[in-house]
Every structure is written in C-alpha cells, then in structure tokens.
C-alpha cells in the first residue's frame, strides 16, 4: 500500500466531520481546556501559508490536550462585519452578506483541508441577527450602567437614579463627563424627562457625546486612529479630517486601573503587557490653573513634574481645544485659524510618532505662572493632543524633548533648571531635575521638591494632586451600513433602548450602501425604518471590535436562544486557557475584550475578570520573493549567475512557478503576456532565479496558497513544515525548497509500516533496550515541548526517532503505536490511517498519551577513551555498574591496547568512572 496522501487526508477529514470527533460537552467529568485562535475576517483572498501557522500550533496543543484526558473546546468562526465588504458593496452593488457568505464558504474549505480539529457545532459569524442580538444585549447592559468608583464596579443605572431621588448627586462618586454640575434631590425631582435624560447620559458606561473623530469623507465614515495614516485612510487612501461630532462612547476609561492591574495576574508576552500600560498611560501629578491675563478664564494642565514649574517659558495647547476662538487675538486670528485647519486634519498617531517635525501658532494671548506671577505666553502646538489629560501643557524646554525643539524653532527662551547646567545645547543632554534659580526647591531631591511644590500648590488654591490616564473613552460609532445596528431610538433628542424582546434589531435592506445625499449614514436610506413608526432609530452602527470583544463566551454555548452564555456553561469553561494571536491587536481588540469582561464580571454574567489565561503571538512567515533579470530595452532574460555581464532590472516573478529557485520558462511566458516572446539566457540549461525575504505580497507575487502546497505534499506536510521553520513566536522566511525534507520524513514513517511491496509489517516481537530508549525519548522531548509551545523542536525529535528506528529496523507494534500517538498532533492524517491498519476501531484522538519511563532513558552501558600516555588509542563500551578493576582487566586485555603496551606492564591505570580509562607505561 501506498502513501497516497491525498485519499487518506480525504478520507479522515471526512470521518472527522461525519462522526463529531472533536465536539466538545459543556459538562464533563475530565479537566476542561479551552484553546482558541483570534478569529478571521473573511476577505475575498482566501489564506495565504502564513495564515494557518497559529492555528496549526493551537490544533497541536489542543489533540495533545485530548490525548492527555482534557476535554477540549476548540472552536472556529468569522468575524464578519466590517469595512472591505461595504466597500465591494458600494462599488458594485452586492449586498456584503452575499460576498462574506462566499468568502466564509472559501476559508472553511480551506480550513478543513488542513486537518483542524475544531468543533464546528459551534461556529458563529458576527453578522447573523442570531449572533448580534446578544452584541445588542451587551450593549443595552453598558447603556444602563454607571460606574461607582467607590465600589471600584458597575452598576445598574437604576441604583444611580434612586440615589439622585434621595440625596442628588453631591455624595455620588461616580466616573462622569467633566460637565457634570451639583444638584440636590428636590432639584432632580423637578427636572423634565429630558433634562434627567441628559444628565443620566453623562454617567452611563455607553453614551453619546460631541468627540473629535477621524473623520474620512470618501468612506462616509468614522475611522479608528490605527485607520488613518499621515490624514489619509489605511484603506483606500482617502483624505481624513478631525471633526466634532456626536458619537456613541464606551467609558473604557473607568476601568483603567483595574485593566492596568490585572496585567499582573495573566500570562501574557510582556511586550503585550507593555503596549497596553503604556496606551492606558498611567501618571501620576498633579492638575494647575494658569489664569488667562485679560480675562476671567483659567487653563489647567496635568504635570507629573510640579517641581520643573519655575522652568515654564510658555504653554501650549491642542489645536482641538475648544477655547482656541476665546483665546486667540485678533492679531493672530487669521494666522491661527490657517495653522488649526492644517494640524486637525493629522491623526493623533501621527502626532504621536512625530518626533522631529516641529509646528505651531502664537495665540497672542498670556497666562500666569502661578508660582511667580509671571506672564508666559500661549501657543498652540499639534504635539498637545486634546484627549490627553487637559489638553493643555506646560512647557519647560530645558526638561523636555519637544518643548525644548519647539522652543528653539520659534526663539522662546530655555530657563536652566537642571543643578549645575547653565545651558542646554542639545536635546540629548536634557535630564529631568530640580531648580536652582528658584529659591523656592533648593537642595531638595526631586522627590521631596514634587512634594513642598504640591503642598504649596494646594494651600494656595491652584492645584491638586491628580492621577491621570492617557487612555481615552472609546468611540462606538461608524456611519456605515455593514455593522451592528445599535438598539436605540431618539425620543425628544434623547436616546432610549428597545425592548429586549424586540431583539435582535434586524439590519434593514437598504438601495445603495452608501451616505444619504444629505449627509446621512447609510441607514438613512431605510424606508419607513422607525421605532413603533413614530420615533427616528440610531442611524450609526457598532464598530468592528464589537462583536469581537465577547465571541469567546459564544463559543462556550453557542446554541443558547435564552442567553449569550449559559450560566453553567460559562461556570464550566470560565476563560480561555490558550489564546493565539496577532501582537497587533494589543491596544485594540486585546484591550476592548478585557474591558467587556470585567464590564460583565461586575454584573455577575461571567466569574472571571480576565478572558484569555495565556497568550501567544504568532510571528509572520514572510514571503521568499523570486526574481528574474531582464536586459535593459529588450525581452531577454538573464539567469542569476550570469546577470552581471548585462546591464539587468530585477523583476519579481510569481514564486509558483519557481521550483527550487529554477524558473520554469514556459510556464513564465504564459504567465503574463508581455512575456509570451521572452528569451533566456540559461546556464547549465536552466534559468536560475535571484531571491530576497520580504513580506508577502499580491504586489511581489510571492503569495503562496496553501492549497497548492495540499494539493502537491499534503496537509500533514504543510502542517510539520510550518512548525519546523523556527519557534511559533519568531518571524521566519517561508521557503518551498526546504518541504521535500518533511515530505520524505512522513514516507520514511509510512516505510516503517509497509515493506516495498506494500504489506503491513508490524510485527509483535518484544522491543530491544535501544528500541525503547529511542521512543521514549522522544515521548519525553515531544510531551515538554508541546507544554512549553516549541514545536519546532519537537518536528526536529521526530526525524531522528524515525531515522533511529529505521536503522534499528524496528517494526514492532509497541514502539510505532506510541509513535504514532505522540505524532497525532502534528500530523493527524497519516497517524490515523496507520492507527486504523493497526486494527484500531477508534480515533487515534481518543487514545491516551503515552507516559515516558525513566527507566527506559538510563545509559546501560558507556563508551570509554582508552588513552595510553595520554593519547586515545581506542573506545571500549562497558556496563554502567562493572567494577574498576574488571573494567582494568578488560582493558590490559583487549587485543588494540596490547598492541600498543608492546608486552610490558603498565606503571598505573586510572579508570575515570563512565568515561576514560588512562594507561601510564
């Protein structure tokens, strides 16, 4: 019998499917692990090679977990709204469910041909009404809560209402809007519906308020800051502009303390770690007021750095700010308003990243250093973001990078404040320190110069001790037709949420899929698209990472019409034990689902804080790129070794019809018809290509289709080749030319079985010590790697373990059984069709792990240097326990030393224990 790959793969793929092999029980007597892979957006491409390489390691540790007695929860679905599919939709008219519904079927293919072993029973698209009802039902649940900072949790927003009836909102500790004024509770009983409305909005966890957004006007929509790229969409290039505009929030920000520390309870990559505690940006300072001379206003910044105050020469604040018209001059108006409409059409990432560019405007107007009393002036810079602290700063230029540029850009003086330092001259030297021109903070540390500055501060009324956050509420909008609806509707310019009953709100069909003409989201176009036909529904949709940020509680239960998770489910499952994904998504998805979580954790819906126990980032396999060198002006082609005898232009060329880097040349001149009359100059009579890593790319034709590797080696061979490339977390070079390697590995194991006439030849004969030493080895390597994630290590430990047992031509059934098993994981296919002809009814997936024996890896014997004044004249094996002086008396007499002793008795022999013996004469 033949290794026929392609049957076998077939084949289990197809048993595994009819048979539920991998369905997963949510009550279990075994230990549960739940293993889960960051779901994809199901483009129209379809995978690349580099796409399964974390799912191919979570499907390894999940049929090891099976194996070792776990039940498993492995499961598998799309996130399925977003931006590409409206897009394809408004270019040609296809309502986007058509075109993911198609792109869904094309990755499930894909997927199933690669062996997976996911629970299919459970998969979920985040755009069936099914799947986004319980999306909208969180939502409601952020819609009715506050945040009690007392607490340190969520509640209902009802038990905010009633503490406003009894008492107003004076004693209520409560993360709110920064406009929220005092009011006592007979003032509440006499407010109107509307007004109780709007004063409630300002502390729900989900609500709306005027934000400066990304606003991109080709796409009709709000984009995220990791959208937008030097004021220009990522996708499509579009031109952005900030705006105000009433958007839906989510009050991330209450939680930021505790999504700070709860960092410190989870496994995760500390480079995620760092990623997060830097977006939430913790600092701790303190808050002054600058009064504006000439007028009754006051400016306050956050200073983590209240001792540097002496050093401030003038204040900068973002060209957002919505106090820019009061405060600018008639003198700089013109100036001003010309600087604020080209810095707001920058995102604030950019702003962020731009280190060197140095930009801003004189208001014309001053305010007063509170410390001194004197006058500074006041600037508008596009590195002070509004949505940070104040969004106003104090600017030292002698403590501070920017402020030290922007200072010297535009001629404002640098005060010295460092001990010692007269001037700075270059931005490298600044350091942070404590005044010496002051009077006020000498010879104290810096410490001890915060503390005296704060006291001082307070004690005379213009500023407080603050801890502030970098991190910002985060937007819950987008006008655009593809995405959750929200469940609101607007009564008297006030939201209000449906009915749950009335859930899921159906997205509506719609003619065109873009912004009404006047200027309207795309749900606009709904006709007769009204709340019990009287009162307008919420026009925006959720954004991308809505349904994304819980799907892993859906997985848990995915088939509850009562509930997004059943309690006992989620009782059960609890969190995910492994989770592997992109680092990409550490200040995005990583973040939002945290949020959720300790969001649904405080209202009791789910008992644990944290969602994901473990994390792993997969690293990129990048692309191999292929080239070919054509002579400049003509359509001749060079072969590498012969291109710089000509003047040549590199050109990529499609690495699918390049084999071990030889072009097949006439596959090349059917490939493109510019290349249909192409010569080649050959060497050797091949045309030998030029290669270089980069990533993969439609554009460098160096995108590889896992299909087509199946179709030619097989899934087995795609999954152990992309574990052997290097650890799961590196990047690494994907390179066809080093596959056959893997190939050839898995007809050497299936020779192990069948002899060359195809009969099986798997004997029960006992097994000999290096038999077992050999396999058990290997089950110990292979069972350590897999629980420390270093799969390519354990590929490696297979290929000597076959090529040991090969040469020790060993068939014997109790040593290729535990092969087989430890091997299941990487290469599924093959092991269970040999598993089968074995005479196994079972799935290999429900046999146990084997346990490795000690005893089996104890050295029986050592190979001793036999070393005659001092030079090794030959090797002897002796066993582990033989006595030095029988291990002597071999040695005097083995037939090579006496040669070498020349018929003379030694002066001495030394036996070094399980390595030397030494012969002096």
């Avoid at 709204?81 to 993911?100: D, K, M, N, R, S």
């Avoid at 989510?250 to 930021?256: E, N, Q, V, W």
């Avoid at 140095?358 to 973001?385: H, K, M, R």
């Avoid at 020790?808 to 092991?831: F, G, Q, S």
């Amino acid at each position: 019998m033949e290794y026929n790959f392609r049957e076998i793969e077939k084949s289990w793929q197809k048993f595994w499917e009819e048979n539920q092999t991998f369905k997963a029980e949510n009550q279990s007597g075994k230990p549960k692990y739940y293993a889960l892979d960051m779901f994809p957006y199901p483009s129209g491409a379809g995978l690349h090679v580099g796409h399964p390489l974390g799912y191919i390691a979570s499907d390894i540790v999940s049929r090891y977990k099976r194996l070792k007695g776990f039940n498993v929860l492995h499961p598998m679905g799309f996130d399925a709204f977003g931006l590409p599919a409206e897009q394809y939709a408004i270019q040609t008219g296809q309502h986007p469910a058509v075109t993911t519904e198609k792109n869904i079927d094309t990755y499930k293919k894909q997927l199933r041909q690669i062996g997976f072993s996911f629970d299919w029973s459970r998969e979920i698209r985040t755009c069936t009404p099914d799947y986004y009802r319980w999306t909208q039902w969180i939502f409601m649940r952020l819609f009715e809560a506050w945040y009690d900072k007392n607490a340190t949790k969520a509640r209902q927003i009802s038990e905010l209402v009633s503490i406003f009836e009894k008492e107003g909102n004076t004693t209520v500790n409560a993360e709110h809007d920064e406009d929220v004024t005092a009011f006592s509770a007979s003032e509440w009983a006499n407010f109107s519906e509307k007004e109780q409305q709007s004063i409630l909005l300002k502390y729900r966890l989900a609500f709306l308020s005027e934000t400066t957004v990304n606003w991109c006007a080709a796409l009709g929509t709000v984009l995220a800051n990791d959208e937008v790229k030097d004021g220009y969409s990522e996708r499509g290039g579009h031109p952005v502009e900030r705006k105000l505009m009433k958007q839906w929030s989510l009050r991330i920000t209450a939680y930021a303390e505790r999504l700070l520390q709860g960092l410190d309870t989870i496994d995760w990559p500390e480079p995620v770690k760092e990623m997060q505690r830097n977006w939430i940006g913790k600092s701790i300072g303190a808050e002054l007021n600058f009064k504006v001379e000439g007028q009754d206003l006051s400016l306050t910044v956050f200073t983590t750095r209240i001792d540097t105050i002496f050093g401030v020469t003038y204040l900068s604040i973002a060209p957002e700010h919505e106090l820019i018209g009061q405060l600018t001059t008639p003198q700089q108006a013109e100036a001003v308003a010309a600087y604020v409409e080209k810095a707001k059409n920058r995102s604030e990432r950019d702003r962020m990243a731009d280190v060197k560019t140095v930009s801003g405007v004189f208001t014309g107007s001053y305010v007063i250093n509170p410390f001194t009393g004197e006058q500074v002036p006041l600037w508008i810079a596009d590195y002070v973001l509004a949505g940070y602290g104040t969004g106003v700063v104090m600017a030292v230029p002698s403590s501070d990078d920017r402020d030290f540029r922007f200072a010297q850009h535009f001629g404002l003086p640098i005060i010295p404040v460092i001990e010692g330092t007269e001037a700075l001259e270059i931005p490298t030297e600044i350091k942070y320190g404590r005044m010496i021109n002051s009077g006020f903070l000498n010879g104290l540390d810096t410490a001890e110069a915060i503390e005296k500055a704060l006291n001082h501060a307070e004690a005379g009324g213009f500023g407080q001790r603050k801890v502030n956050y970098r991190m910002r509420d985060a937007i819950f909008g987008r006008q655009r037709y593809w995405g959750e609806p929200v469940p609101v509707y607007f009564k008297d310019e006030m939201p209000y949420l449906i009915q749950e009953s009335e859930l899921p709100l159906i997205l509506p069909e719609i003619d065109e899929y873009k912004p009404t003409e006047t200027g309207e989201p795309p749900l606009g176009r709904a006709e007769g698209w009204k709340y019990q036909n009287q009162y307008e529904y919420e026009l925006s949709t959720m954004p991308g990472w809505a349904g994304s940020s819980w799907y892993f509680y859906r997985y848990m239960d995915a088939n509850n019409a009562e509930r997004f998770v059943g309690e006992k489910a989620e009782q059960y499952w609890q969190a995910v034990d492994l989770y592997i994904g992109g680092s990409e998504h550490a200040t995005g998805h990583l973040l939002y689902a945290r949020f959720w979580a300790k969001f649904l954790f405080d209202l009791g819906l789910v008992s644990k804080e944290e969602p994901f126990q473990k994390l792993i980032n997969q690293g990129m396999i990048q692309g191999r790129s292929n080239f070919v060198y054509r002579i400049k002006n003509t359509n001749t082609f060079v072969s590498l070794g012969l291109k710089n005898d000509y003047d040549v232009t590199p050109l990529h060329v499609d690495v699918n019809i390049v084999k071990n880097d030889v072009l097949d040349v006439e596959r090349f001149k059917n490939w493109l018809p510019d290349y249909a009359t192409a010569e080649f100059v050959l060497e050797d009579g091949k045309y030998v290509c030029g290669w270089e890593v980069e990533k993969m790319s439609k554009s460098k034709y160096n995108v590889v289709n896992p299909d087509d590797i199946i179709a030619e080696y097989g899934a087995d061979t795609l999954r152990m080749y992309e574990m052997f490339l290097g650890p799961l977390e590196q990047f690494k070079p994907w390179n066809t030319n080093g596959i056959e390697g893997v190939h050839k590995f898995l007809k050497r194991l299936w020779r192990l079985f069948y002899n060359d006439q195809g009969v099986l030849q798997v004997t029960d004969a006992a097994a000999t010590p290096a038999e077992l030493k050999t396999i058990h080895k290997t089950i110990k390597k292979v069972e350590e790697d897999i629980e420390r994630f270093s799969f390519n290590t354990s590929v490696s430990q297979f290929m000597v373990c076959v090529n040991e047992l090969t040469t020790l031509k060993c068939y014997k059934r109790a040593i290729l059984e535990d092969l087989l098993v430890i091997l299941a994981p990487y290469a599924p296919h093959i092991t269970e069709q040999l598993w089968s002809a074995l005479g196994h009814t079972e799935s290999i997936s429900a046999v146990p792990f084997p346990a490795w024996n000690e005893a089996h890896l104890v050295e029986n014997s050592f190979e001793y240097a036999i070393s005659i004044n001092g030079k090794v004249r030959a090797k002897i094996s002796f066993e582990a326990n033989k006595p030095a002086s029988e291990i002597e008396a071999e040695v005097l007499a083995n037939e090579a030393v006496q040669k070498w002793l020349e018929g003379k008795a030694p002066k001495k022999v030394i036996v070094v224990p399980q390595k030397l013996v030494n012969v002096v004469m």
